[in-house]
């Protein structure tokens, strides 16, 4: 009863954390790309301010939803392996994007990643 109850907040607290578009968007492409994306790669595929994409990080992490892990300068964020309801958002993305707003923000991800070298980020960004 105890493991239900504990399932059962962490899903109130996803719930939460996808009530907001932006947060959705961005948990939305977390799951898209399968791999840590850093801030800068969000924020340029997002079209929104580092301070507010940090916000909508901070919000999934909390919710348990993604997880963080600094490497050097960059702090790396990637779609928890068993988050809750993170099965729901992969499903948003693949076979395909649920809708236009998310296509979009795929396609300006796939623009910027092809900007990594040896598959890490090395530009940042000017927010």
């Known amino acids: 009863m105890a493991k239900e109850r504990t399932e059962f907040e962490a899903c109130v607290k996803a719930l939460r ?9 961005t948990a939305a492409l ?7 994306l850093c801030v800068c790669e969000l924020v340029d595929a997002l079209g929104e301010s580092q301070y507010n994409v940090s916000r909508y990080l901070g919000a999934l992490h909390a ?11 960059w702090a790396m964020y990637k779609l928890a392996e068993r988050g809750p309801l993170n099965t729901y958002i992969v499903r948003m993305v693949r076979p395909k994007p649920c809708c236009g707003f998310i296509a979009r923000d795929i396609a300006r991800l796939k623009k910027r990643l092809v900007l990594r070298e040896k598959g890490i ?7």
Request: a positive charge.
């Open 30 to 36: 977390l799951a898209y790309s399968g791999r840590e």
């Open 17 to 25: 954390a996808l009530g907001d578009g932006n947060r959705l968007r």
């Open 63 to 73: 919710a348990g939803m993604i997880r963080k892990e600094k490497k050097g300068r």
């Open 121 to 127: 980020c090395v530009i940042g960004c000017g927010c």
